[in-house]
């Protein structure tokens, strides 16, 4: 979590390990950390590392801190974001154009009122929501969106397919 070598652990790992990738999971975040995890994403863009954006308890009203530090994160394009329903449309409400979020919103196709989160965890499946924004937020990185759930949606912004992944577990 050191700022001067997150970076560099990012790039020993990307040449080290065959089709490594690095994983920047904000679940315990302070702005040692945040800063820590900005530069390992921006060697990451600029050094084609995959990295995975784990954006936990994103779009939770009270931590306004924890939402701006993915939002700066996702601007060094993630090849995958991974979150539950509420945290991939709250991240995606942060980061994409208002014109796109106003949209969506007119054209709703399910409650977004009903989406809901409590702390790190969604009470909302990833059934139940208007993946149009997972969609969109795909779109505008270019990436991976996974949207885990009771059936995973998995949405790829580079190529536009989409896939959903359900699970043999109850």
Known sequence: HGEQEAPQFASICAENIANGAVC???GTLSTHWARAMEATAAQCAES???????????GVPALQFRTDVCVRLVQHKPTVIRGNPAECIALAQAVLPQDVVTQLEASKVSSFDALEQSGADSRSDSTQVDLRYVDALASHTGGVVVTTGSVDYVSCGRTGRRFLVKHDVP
């Open 24 to 26: 920047i999971n904000v």
């Open 48 to 58: 084609n590392i995959p990295w995975i954006l784990d954006p936990v308890a994103v």
